[in-house]
């Protein structure tokens, strides 16, 4: 008889209640969420969302932005309802500008690296649009070195990208070398999620809608 060592794993959430009960207690620590979606599905706001609730927490953490500049981020997220200004100068959540960055790729990985070895939280907005400015093998090795600081430091980082944006291949790989993996589509009907991949722990396989609510932010239903 072969006898298990079943170990429980560190969890903490991903800002979303229902989403944590779909993960059967929130997002393993450490481990790299990629959140894959349609254009319009509501991404950033789960990006957004798991950061303002882990600085929250108290965790220091860190918003990459790169499809937009910092102050339209935090516009958005203090449209939902969220004090982001005060988190800021406390010093538990910091904003990188890197949409207006003329740095090279090298420069771009060391100042990434550089950031994720000082937080336990991070939000990378998104790698779809490092893919295009530096190439797919260039945003994926960017990942597998982030995927390995992650674990380094035992810290917790969700990727935003864009489904339909990539070749087959690199979408693929993208969610290969991520821990967990969670789709968003846009359909006539709605906004969904499920979630298709996850590391250490099991998953409901179910599709949930998806509401936005001033406030509250994205929900299941």
């Given at each position: ?220 239903i």
């Amino acid at each position: 008889m072969i006898i298990m060592n079943i170990r429980e794993f560190e969890r903490t959430t991903s800002g979303i209640e229902n989403l944590d009960r779909i993960l059967r207690g929130g997002i393993v620590v450490p481990s790299l969420v990629l959140v894959l979606g349609d254009v319009g599905t509501g991404k950033s706001v789960i990006c957004q969302q798991f950061i303002y609730k882990q600085a929250i927490l108290g965790f220091k953490s860190v918003y990459f932005c790169i499809d937009n500049q910092p102050e339209d981020v935090v516009e958005n997220m203090k449209s939902l309802g969220w004090n982001v200004e005060e988190l800021v100068e406390r010093g538990v959540l910091k904003f990188v500008n890197m949409f207006s960055s003329a740095q090279s790729f090298e420069g771009l990985i060391a100042e990434v690296l550089r950031e994720i070895s000082l937080c336990k939280r991070f939000v990378f907005d998104s790698i779809s649009s490092i893919a295009f400015l530096y190439g797919e093998r260039n945003a994926y090795d960017l990942l597998r070195k982030v995927k390995v600081q992650c674990r380094t430091g035992g810290s917790v980082g969700v990727i935003n990208a864009v489904k339909g944006m990539h070749t087959k291949a690199f979408e693929i790989a993208i969610q290969q070398v991520c821990c967990n993996v969670i789709s968003l589509e846009m359909r006539s009907d709605g906004r969904f999620l499920r979630v298709l991949k996850t590391m250490k722990t099991g998953h409901d396989t179910e599709e949930f809608g998806i509401e936005i609510e001033k406030g509250k932010g994205v929900d299941l239903i």
